[in-house]
Every structure is written in C-alpha cells, then in structure tokens.
T-cell receptor, first 115, second 111 residues
Framework: DAGVTQSPTHLIKTRGQQVTLRCSPKSGHDTVSWYQQALGQGPQFIFQYYEEEERQRGNFPDRFSGHQFPNYSSELNVNALLLGDSALYLC??????????????FGSGTRLTVV | QKEVEQNSGPLSVPEGAIASLNCTYSDRGSQSFFWYRQYSGKSPELIMFIYSNGDKEDGRFTAQLNKASQYVSLLIRDSQPSDSATYLCAVSDTGGFKTIFGAGTRLFVKA
C-alpha cells in the first residue's frame, strides 16, 4: 500500500521564479492538505483540497495556489518566489471527506531553497 | 496568543522514565486532537488522536484531553532512546477541516 508520494524531494530556485510541487495521496485517501514547515517550527497550514476544490485556506498570500485532480493527486504552485519561501513543503493526505479527521499521513516533503 | 502552544524544550529524561509532554490550545470549538512524532530531517508521523475528555492509551503512549482547560498531554512510559524526536501537538479548528500544529517539543531520552 503506497503511502503519500511527493516530488521533487529537493529544489533550488531563484527569487522571482515559479515552482510546482506534486503530491499523490495514500491509496484510499481523498483529501489533500499542504503545509509549510520552516526550520525549527511546526507545520503551517497552506490550504486543503477536497473534491477538486480548495475547501479551506490558511494565512498565505495568493502567490500560493493549488489544484486537485480527479485521481485525488494535487499540486502546489508558488509564484514570484521570495527568500522567505525557503522551507520544507509537506503534503498530508486523509480520508475524512466530510467526516471527522482521523489524522494525516504525511509525505516525505519537498525541500525548497530560494536563492 | 498562539493557537496551539507547546514548550519547545528540550525535555530530557533518562531511559525507562516517563516523559510528559503538554499542549494548550485557544479554539474552544476544537473537535480533534493529535500527537505527531517527527524525527530530525523526516516528516511528521501520527502517534495518536483523541476526541473525548479523559485518557486514551496505545501501548506505551497515553493521550490525555481536558477540554474545559483546553489542555492536551502525551505520556510516554518506559521511554527509549528511539523516542528521541520532536513531538508535535495538533488541533483541528471549529470547522474540523483545518489542523493547526504547535511548534513542537524536543524530547531527548538518555541511555
């Protein structure tokens, strides 16, 4: 049973560029949430996708956008990269749909470095 | 006030002791409460979730929830060096869809 798959694992981008991160959820999971984790901090909620729509969004600017596909996979796009966007980006999948949250399964993350 | 607060530690306990990790949260409407473990350089891993007031035990781990005090704790019995990690407390918001994480408590278990 495949877990959550994220790609790429590492990425180096220049300020002002755009980046796309990808996530395939765990088999049987229909909900994908994206988190940003800076060094020494807890994960910060970016947004959550369910039924191909953004269901809830955290306190992140519009430069951060996403998409969920019919097969439940998801993409996180960040435009006009800033140095402060350097972080570990975590994809978390769950099967809560409209019901209670039983917790996330996290992918191994994408380490983004903006130079 | 932070939404989910944890003592950053480090918390150091000897092997075989009980480690006690604490967390407070600000949203009284929170419904679900979680503890995740994160080893250095790895992603978080779910240890336990709890919904109701009281204790919930799973092996060496016990989660405790007190909604009136807005307090969640995790006890690790018979601590092992392999338990050395950062423990993240997480709480779902009133809507139930957004899970908010604390900054984590670093635990060191000395052999």
């Amino acid at each position: 049973d495949a877990g959550v798959t994220q790609s790429p694992t590492h990425l180096i981008k220049t300020r002002g560029q755009q980046v796309t991160l990808r996530c395939s959820p765990k088999s049987g999971h229909d909900t994908v949430s994206w988190y940003q984790q800076a060094l020494g901090q807890g994960p910060q909620f970016i947004f959550q996708y369910y039924e191909e729509e953004e269901r809830q969004r955290g306190n992140f600017p519009d430069r951060f956008s996403g998409h969920q596909f019919p097969n439940y996979s998801s993409e996180l796009n960040v435009n006009a990269l800033l140095l402060g966007d350097s972080a570990l980006y975590l994809c978390a999948s769950s099967s809560d749909g409209g019901g209670p949250n039983y917790g996330y399964t996290f992918g191994s993350g994408t380490r983004l470095t903006v130079v | 006030q932070k939404e989910v607060e944890q003592n950053s530690g480090p918390l150091s306990v000897p092997e075989g002791a009980i480690a006690s990790l604490n967390c407070t949260y600000s949203d009284r409407g929170s419904q679900s409460f979680f503890w995740y473990r994160q080893y250095s350089g790895k992603s978080p891993e779910l240890i336990m979730f709890i919904y109701s007031n009281g204790d919930k035990e799973d092996g060496r781990f016990t989660a405790q929830l007190n909604k009136a005090s807005q307090y969640v704790s995790l006890l690790i019995r018979d601590s092992q060096p392999s338990d050395s990690a950062t423990y993240l407390c997480a709480v779902s918001d009133t809507g139930g869809f957004k899970t908010i994480f604390g900054a984590g408590t670093r635990l060191f278990v000395k052999a």
